[in-house]
C-alpha cells in the first residue's frame, strides 16, 4: 500500500516536498511515479525514479523545478516542488511499478500496478 503526504496550499514561487511511502513493504524493486490530475483534466505523468534512482524522468513543465528522488532506507519516494505555478495544482499520486528495470518511464500510466490515494496540492495566492 502507498500513501502519499506532503500536500497542501502554497503561494506561488513557494515550494512543497511530496513524500510516498509503501505500508508494511518495501520499494527496492519498484520503478516509482509520480503523477497528477488537476480539475476537469486528465491525469498526467509528472516524474519517476528507477528502483535504483541512478534514472529520473520528468515532464518537460516541471524540469528544474521539480526533483525526485528516493531513500531506501526508509522506504520513501519524495517528489521536492520548487518554483510551483497555480497551473501545478491537482492531485497528486505516487504509483509503482514492480521489477529491477533500469530505465523508468511516466509513458505509460497502465504500467503502473499499484497507486496511493493521492495528495491534494494548490498554489494560489
Known amino acids: 500500500q502507498l500513501v502519499e503526504s506532503g500536500g497542501g496550499l502554497v503561494l506561488p514561487g513557494g515550494s512543497l516536498r511530496l513524500s510516498c511511502a509503501a505500508s508494511g513493504d518495501t520499494l527496492d524493486y519498484y520503478t516509482i511515479g509520480w503523477f497528477r490530475q488537476a480539475p476537469g483534466k486528465e491525469r498526467e505523468g509528472v516524474s519517476c525514479?528507477?528502483?535504483?534512482?541512478?534514472?529520473?524522468d520528468y515532464i518537460d513543465s516541471v524540469k528544474g523545478r521539480f526533483t525526485i528522488s528516493r531513500d531506501s532506507a526508509k522506504p520513501t519516494v519524495y517528489l521536492q516542488m520548487n518554483s510551483l505555478k497555480p497551473e501545478d495544482t491537482a492531485i497528486y499520486y505516487c504509483?509503482?511499478?514492480?521489477?529491477?528495470?533500469?530505465?523508468?518511464?511516466?509513458?505509460?500510466?497502465?504500467?503502473?500496478?499499484?497507486w496511493g490515494q493521492g495528495t491534494q496540492v494548490t498554489v494560489s495566492s
Open positions: 504509483a509503482a511499478r514492480p521489477g529491477p528495470r533500469p530505465y523508468c518511464s511516466i509513458a505509460i500510466m497502465g504500467s503502473y500496478d499499484y
Open positions: 525514479i528507477s528502483f535504483n534512482g541512478r534514472n529520473t
